[in-house]
């Protein structure tokens, strides 16, 4: 099969989408398909990579974001996509790329949407900004959140949630195009390391805290420094290192700078490796998100035998399992506890054993099952179609032969 991507919001440094679209991408060229991924970039290009085909499309930048792109000139896509004529078609976007799924159907074309995000939970977290009273601000929301649900599901053949915790927006509505297909990682680059790279970050003695993600709103990147905070005033020595970029990077380091927290910013980490070593090395990592459908980085760290302590409000819980534990609110420090009492190996190994359990060719199975499907129902239904249309002329001809001779009777 030829499936054709498309996806928006893909930034230079954004971690969980690109991990996944390469991942995919690569599993389904392995599996003798034809992958082409159509995304926004800074300049036009075309190039054959390890996850197949890879178009990018002038896109602009959306401010405040830290870098963030979008797919806005729709004829230049859909002409992009008459020309690649996609088997199916696979769209990382609800939102600025729907209009997508009415191209599809209107050209034949299964199309799946995988949900990356949950809008009720980013909903939620905008609703304290909002002037009007909790109840009509949640009944508000929950209504606006169900309306764009709806006609995410009527735009497409199939709706992919990666986790439960995602796929209940679109169960409260009663979508019945809705299946479950999780993420993987990387099991042989995310796994624990050999050696550690702890003294170049911690003293001897000192807790080595990392949290690994966008430094962006949704994220809460604060709650980390929340969670340091707490630890220190209650007497244990740590240090926080934050892999990792985005726009509330300079304010974080102004609190850091202020408060005189021990924190180290890493950045953006693009070898893999480097960002393993540093995950291995932590006692443990930090997932704060309360919008994370599926939380890559926190099962990446799992990889490396380091446990997790997650946000209650998300995802996270459900892929972390028993390796471990969740927080709500602003503070996850009583999680941090809970996890350091536990003995070190006993904890390492029950990270890495949860992880296994999310092999990357596990994941690229259950997606490719959802686009074969689709492809077969749609080749089943166009050899119905012709068939029906054959039989439809069969029957015409015999019709005008019937009407010639009765025409050519005598009287």
Not at 105 to 127: N, Q
Not at 194 to 215: F, N
Not at 222 to 229: D, E, G, M, P, V
Not at 285 to 311: H, K, R
């Amino acid at each position: 099969m030829r499936i054709v991507r498309v996806a928006n919001f893909v930034a230079p440094h954004s971690g969980g989408l690109r991990t996944c679209l390469r991942e995919l991408g690569a599993g389904y060229l392995a599996a003798g398909h034809e992958p082409v991924l159509v995304i926004p970039g800074e300049r036009d290009s075309d190039e054959r990579t390890a996850q197949g085909r890879v178009i990018t499309l002038r896109g602009p930048r959306i401010p405040f974001t830290g870098g963030y792109r979008v797919l806005l000139r729709k004829r230049q896509v859909a002409a992009l996509l008459e020309d690649l004529r996609p088997d199916t078609l696979e769209v990382s976007d609800r939102t600025t790329l729907r209009w997508t799924g009415r191209w599809a159907r209107e050209h034949g074309v299964p199309a799946v949407m995988i949900s990356h995000e949950s809008l009720t939970a980013l909903l939620r977290m905008a609703l304290p900004g909002l002037d009007l009273p909790v109840l009509t601000r949640s009944a508000a929301a929950l209504a606006l959140v169900d309306a764009v649900n709806r006609r995410t599901a009527a735009a497409y053949r199939q709706v992919i949630c990666t986790t439960a915790w995602a796929a209940t927006e679109f169960e409260r509505i009663g979508a019945r195009n809705l299946v479950r297909a999780p993420l993987g990682v990387d099991l042989d680059t995310f796994s624990p390391p050999g050696e550690t790279v702890k003294a170049a970050y911690a003293a001897p003695g000192q807790t080595l805290l990392v949290h690994c993600g966008r430094l962006s709103p949704e994220k809460k990147p604060q709650r980390s420094l929340n969670t340091l905070a707490t630890l220190l005033r209650n007497g244990l020595p740590a240090r926080l290192v934050v892999a990792g970029d985005g726009p509330l990077r300079r304010r974080l380091e102004r609190r850091v700078a202020r408060h005189a927290l021990p924190v180290t910013f890493a950045g953006f980490l693009p070898d893999r490796a480097d960002l393993a070593a540093l995950l291995g090395s932590a006692d443990v990592a930090i997932a704060p998100g309360p919008a994370e459908t599926f939380g890559l980085a926190g099962l990446e760290a799992l990889a490396c035998g380091t446990p997790v302590v997650v946000s209650a409000e998300s995802a996270l819980p459900e892929v972390v399992g028993d390796a471990g534990t969740s927080v709500a609110g602003e503070d996850l420090a009583a999680g941090v506890r809970r996890l350091l009492a536990r003995p070190e190996q006993a904890r390492r190994a029950a990270a890495r054993a949860r992880a296994e359990r999310f092999g990357w060719p596990e994941a690229v199975h259950a997606f490719l099952a959802v686009h074969q499907a689709l492809a077969e129902e749609t080749g089943s239904r166009t050899g119905d179609q012709a068939t029906a249309e054959k039989e439809i002329g069969v029957c015409a001809a015999r019709s005008m032969t019937d009407q010639v001779t009765t025409d050519r009777r005598p009287a």
